[in-house]
């Protein structure tokens, strides 16, 4: 709750990472986020299913505070089809940007084919490009989108990043997100570029 949220702790931190926010406390996201910005401290958030769905109004708004936003594939469709439940507005632009074909010259051709995969709520769909571009206009620097065993994706407003995976025995996914992201954001931390910091996560 408000009362809860660490202010001083904030304050003194080189970097706030958040995570899952679970039913009220993703109402918090807001409050968090203005607190860090206010004393100049980044932010990175890995948001979690609740604030993908019911929290989804609340993680739009705070994204213009947000540096850094990390999501696997299903998540970032998940918030996506939520938002476009929730706002004809959007959905309305949305089809007509993905109607228009635009495409921002960030997108190298080459990269893998999860950029040209469209997420389809009804009758609409879109592709990773235009949420890429979509979120960059919302506020962060920085979108991850991770996609398991076919690789990372990362995203800025100058260019778009591809990563393959490391092929490896697989014993157990979870925690995978996780340490990918803490990886890559420590890593930017200590100032290494997106390229490392990619390298780092995998």
Same mark, same amino acid.
């Given at each position: 709750?408000?009362? *809860?949220?660490?202010? $001083?702790? +904030?304050?003194? #931190?080189?970097?706030?990472?958040?995570? #899952?926010?679970?039913?009220?406390?993703?109402?918090?996201?807001?409050? !968090?986020? *203005?607190?860090?910005?206010?004393?100049?401290?980044?932010?990175?958030?890995?948001?979690?299913?609740? &604030?993908?769905?019911?929290?989804?109004?609340?993680?739009?708004?705070?994204?213009?505070?947000? $540096?850094? +936003?990390?999501?696997?594939?299903?998540?970032?469709?998940?918030?996506?089809?939520?938002?476009?439940? &929730? $706002?004809?507005? !959007?959905?309305?632009?949305?089809?007509?940007?993905?109607?228009?074909? *635009?495409?921002?010259?960030?997108?190298? *051709?080459?990269?893998?084919?999860?950029?040209?995969?469209?997420?389809?709520? $009804?009758?609409?769909?879109?592709?990773?490009?235009?949420?890429? &571009?979509?979120?960059?206009?919302?506020?962060?620097? +920085? +979108?991850?989108?991770?996609?398991?065993?076919?690789? /990372?994706?990362?995203?800025?407003? #100058?260019?778009?990043?591809?990563?393959?995976?490391?092929? /490896?025995? !697989? /014993?157990?996914? /979870?925690?995978?997100?996780?340490?990918?992201?803490?990886?890559?954001?420590?890593?930017? !931390?200590?100032?290494?570029?997106?390229?490392?910091?990619?390298?780092?996560?995998?």
């Amino acid at each position: 709750k408000a009362d *809860q949220i660490p202010n $001083d702790a +904030i304050k003194e #931190s080189k970097y706030l990472y958040i995570t #899952s926010l679970s039913n009220e406390a993703a109402q918090e996201l807001t409050k !968090l986020t *203005q607190v860090a910005k206010e004393c100049n401290v980044p932010i990175a958030l890995n948001p979690g299913k609740s &604030q993908l769905t019911s929290g989804a109004l609340f993680l739009k708004n705070a994204l213009s505070m947000i $540096d850094i +936003i990390i999501m696997n594939k299903t998540e970032a469709e998940l918030f996506m089809k939520t938002l476009m439940n &929730q $706002d004809q507005e !959007l959905k309305d632009s949305l089809r007509c940007e993905n109607n228009m074909q *635009q495409c921002s010259p960030l997108i190298d *051709q080459r990269l893998p084919y999860l950029l040209e995969d469209t997420i389809t709520l $009804d009758d609409h769909e879109f592709s990773l490009k235009l949420f890429f &571009q979509k979120l960059l206009d919302w506020g962060p620097r +920085i +979108i991850v989108v991770t996609h398991g065993c076919n690789g /990372v994706y990362v995203a800025t407003k #100058s260019r778009c990043y591809f990563h393959p995976s490391k092929p /490896v025995t !697989l /014993v157990s996914s /979870v925690g995978a997100g996780d340490a990918f992201g803490s990886a890559f954001v420590g890593a930017l !931390l200590k100032k290494y570029p997106i390229e490392r910091a990619i390298r780092f996560g995998i």
